[in-house]
Each structure stands twice: as structure tokens, then as C-alpha cells.
């Protein structure tokens, strides 16, 4: 038994036209039903007025953004969250794979070394060192020359 209430303030004869903002894009029902089965099983069937279709339609299309935006973060951080776990595991491996690399006695000899381009600049560096000791005594020199 189908039993029509009819409070919604609208003419007797009008329908309840209410259609979902984008309906199957989601593949779900309509937020509105206008059939209701009480407590007894008998159906009541609901008539919404305009108002009401029109803050239903609101507040699905405001769902609908929400789920979007919500889904949208979830695309965009999962991608940043695998690069963050594979960043840190070849951070902690690569450090100490180097690090054992490094401490290798085959390699002390080779690592402690002077490279050439630093045995010439400290070459240089001495050489400049005794050229401006001598500059220094020069003109020390000439500080103690007598006025004439």
C-alpha cells in the first residue's frame, strides 16, 4: 500500500521532479528517495518541496566537491610518499655502503694522498710564502737607510 502525504505546501497534482546534479558519474543513488518504508512496512511516499530539492542538491554538490578534493590529495600524496620511502632507504643504504667503501684498507694509501693539482698550488703557495718574506726584508731594510 502506497500512502502520498502531501505537506509540502505545493499544489496537490505536482511531482517531485528532483534529479541527481550528475546522475550515474558517480554510479550512485539519488541522495533523495522519495519512498520510505516505516517501522509497520507499509511505503510512505515523500513529496519535497522546492526549497528542499534545491538544499539536497546543494549539499550533494558540495559532497561530490568534498570526495573530489579529498580524492585529488590522495592521488597527489602518494606519489610524494613513495618517493619520500625510497629516498630514505637509498639515503640510509647508499651511507653506509659508502662508508664501508671508504673504510677499505686496500684504499688508504690511494685516499690519503696529495693529488697533483694540490701539490702544485702548495708549491706555489710555499714558493709565494718565501718570495714575500723576502719583500718583507727588503723593505725593512729600507726603513733603516739614513735620511740624506
Not at 7 to 16: D, F, H, I, L, R
Not at 37 to 47: A, I, L, N, P
Not at 60 to 84: A, G
Request: proline residues 4%; neutral net charge.
Amino acid at each position: 500500500a502506497v500512502v502520498s502525504t502531501q505537506s509540502t505546501g505545493e499544489p496537490a497534482g505536482a511531482q517531485n521532479t528532483y534529479q541527481p546534479t550528475n546522475p550515474g558519474r558517480y554510479n550512485r543513488p539519488s541522495l533523495v528517495d522519495s519512498r520510505e518504508r516505516t517501522s509497520s512496512g507499509v511505503e510512505v511516499e515523500h513529496q519535497l518541496t522546492r526549497r528542499e530539492r534545491e538544499e539536497v542538491q546543494m549539499i550533494e554538490r558540495l559532497v561530490c566537491h568534498y570526495f573530489t578534493i579529498i580524492r585529488k590529495q590522495l592521488q597527489d600524496s602518494i606519489p610524494k610518499t613513495i618517493m619520500h620511502f625510497m629516498v630514505s632507504y637509498l639515503a640510509k643504504n647508499l651511507s653506509s655502503s659508502l662508508i664501508s667503501e671508504l673504510y677499505s684498507e686496500e684504499r688508504f694509501d690511494e685516499l690519503l694522498s696529495e693529488s697533483e693539482s694540490v701539490r702544485r698550488k702548495r708549491d706555489r703557495a710555499v714558493k709565494m710564502l718565501e718570495a714575500l718574506g723576502e719583500a718583507q726584508k727588503v723593505l725593512g731594510s729600507l726603513r733603516d737607510i739614513p735620511d740624506v
